[in-house]
């Protein structure tokens, strides 16, 4: 059985929040007894461009002070997006996070320019033998990982689990995770520029009748492509039947052997992910901090306060990539929460 500590909140105040991460930062560290090492990133969201409802960098300020005071060493971190927006890039997704006010620590994008720094972590799944994460993950042991809970399309709901399982991941286990084919290419977007001949790695795609048309046989998934491409035709495939087993395995491959720490920051809960670029409706109430050691643990305990709260069994289809991970052993659904 876990702990997982619980601070209730209702109303997002961005100094409120600050001030109570730090509360429940140094309860973990005394109650759990975990050391911190002498450098620990900040694994973060920084909002999709137009999205409105992200967490604010200010909210973050209380545990950037407490690890300064104690002479520790942090960074944000982040992976690239698999899809086209202002995150495809390391430059573009490094200024649209800036603009976005995250100028409190330096920036690392873990896989690089456009998600070719990869590195491979071996797993025993069901569906995958390896994950691949951003490489720069592999400079690390340990990392403070806060999350937005909130919906999302696929997984149900997006918490510590999913900050492993996707924000780790690189491009290539990005497009792993959500796709069971390689990328398809829009002939009708297609300009035949062979920009994504010239640039693929393993000789993937031809030029047929002047359009792209990438081999399922020699592609390997890594998507580079879907960033490299100048006029938006290479789209992946989002219909995986097993996302959530994939999920589970990509976040028990990027946490294990890690000391973390979770946060799930339960406010301005939308039924899809900060992904999304435009303002979203809410579709429940804030309910407070939690955190814990056990990134299963604190994502059961918020599914299961939420579902209490709201009488309803929202983002209810969560629970089954909760049900791999444990299995796999991320870490366990039970768990006593501690309200201070």
């Known amino acids: 059985m876990s702990n997982v500590y619980f601070?209730?909140?209702?109303?997002?105040?961005?100094?409120?929040?600050?001030?109570?991460?730090?509360?429940?930062?140094?309860?973990?560290?005394?109650?759990?007894?975990v050391e911190l090492l002498d450098e620990v990133p900040l694994k973060v969201h920084f909002g999709e461009k137009g999205n409105t409802t992200y967490i604010k960098p200010a909210c973050y300020q209380g545990v950037i002070n407490y690890l300064k005071e104690h002479d520790i060493k942090s960074r944000f971190i982040e992976t690239n997006v698999l899809y086209r927006g202002a995150r495809t890039t390391r430059e573009s997704h490094i200024a649209l996070a800036k603009e976005h006010g995250f100028t409190a620590l330096p920036i690392t994008i873990a896989d690089g320019h456009h998600g070719e720094d990869v590195l491979r972590v071996p797993i025993d799944g069901d569906v995958f033998e390896e994950v691949q994460l951003g490489k720069a993950y592999g400079d690390f042991?340990?990392?403070?990982?806060?999350?937005?809970?909130?919906?999302?399309?696929?997984?149900?709901?997006?918490?510590a689990m999913k900050q492993l399982a996707m924000g780790f991941a690189a491009r290539p286990g990005k497009m792993a995770q959500h796709a069971s084919i390689s990328p398809s290419v829009n002939p009708d977007k297609c300009i035949g520029c062979e920009t994504c001949v010239a640039s693929c790695d393993y000789g993937a795609i031809d030029m047929i009748d002047d359009k792209a048309v990438i081999s399922n046989e020699r592609c390997v998934g890594c998507a580079a492509c879907i960033a490299i491409c100048p006029g938006a035709a290479i789209?992946?495939?989002?219909?995986?039947?097993?996302?959530?087993?994939?999920?589970?395995?990509?976040a028990?491959?990027?946490?294990?052997?890690?000391?973390?720490?979770?946060?799930?920051?339960?406010?301005?809960?939308?039924?899809?992910?900060?992904?999304?670029?435009?303002?979203?409706p809410l579709v429940a109430n804030n309910f407070g901090l939690f955190a814990s050691t056990d990134a299963v643990a604190i994502d059961r305990a918020?599914?299961?306060?939420?579902?209490?709260?709201?009488?309803?069994?929202?983002?209810?289809?969560?629970r089954e990539s909760l049900d791999h991970a444990e299995k796999l052993g991320l870490g366990v659904q039970d768990y006593t929460l501690i309200e201070l």
């Open 235 to 250: 789209r992946n495939d989002w219909g995986a039947k097993d996302f959530l087993t994939r999920l589970a395995e990509y």
């Open 7 to 33: 601070i209730p909140l209702t109303e997002y105040d961005e100094a409120v929040l600050s001030t109570n991460l730090r509360v429940l930062l140094e309860t973990v560290i005394d109650q759990e007894q």
């Open 252 to 280: 028990y491959g990027a946490g294990k052997d890690k000391t973390n720490i979770y946060f799930n920051l339960a406010f301005n809960i939308t039924e899809l992910c900060d992904c999304v670029g435009e303002p979203m």
């Open 141 to 159: 042991d340990q990392y403070i990982v806060i999350a937005h809970f909130k919906g999302h399309e696929q997984a149900g709901f997006g918490g």
């Open 302 to 318: 918020c599914l299961d306060r939420l579902q209490a709260n709201e009488g309803e069994r929202m983002f209810d289809i969560g």
